[in-house]
Nanobody
Framework: QVQLVESGGGLVQAGGSLRLSCAAS????????MGWYRQAPGKQRELVAT???????NYASSVKGRFTISRDNVKNTVYLQMNSLKPEDTAVYYC????????????WGQGTQVTVSS
């Protein structure tokens, strides 16, 4: 079992920045893809950004150029640096990680609230 613990959410004014962190712990075999998703009220959960263990990244078009995903494979931690935040970025942000053991299991964090005021 892998536990994901997110931190770094909060309230920020439009144009501001926040940095989210997600630390994985527990019985980890090999974490490959890690990423961030978000869910705004009344909307479906959507991909924000992902990163492989080799550093290849993928971003939603709505955040490209403003958000940066990175990871520390030694610490099993993934980060999301969010700059130039907009009110439409307001959502609960969830961390996701895929653990490659005898089977691939996808884990989710509990979510952290990000609120951007106009």
């Amino acid at each position: 079992q892998v536990q994901l613990v997110e931190s770094g959410g909060g309230l920020v004014q439009a144009g501001g920045s926040l940095r989210l962190s997600c630390a994985a712990s527990g019985s980890i075999f090999m974490l490959n893809g890690m990423g961030w998703y978000r869910q705004a009220p009344g909307k479906q959960r959507e991909l924000v950004a992902t990163i492989t263990k080799y550093g290849s990244t993928n971003y939603a078009s709505s955040v490209k150029g403003r958000f940066t995903i990175s990871r520390d494979n030694v610490k099993n931690t993934v980060y999301l640096q969010m700059n130039s935040l907009k009110p439409e970025d307001t959502a609960v942000y969830y961390c996701n990680a895929d653990d490659y053991g005898s089977a691939v299991i996808s884990y989710w964090g509990q979510g952290t609230q990000v609120t951007v005021s106009s």
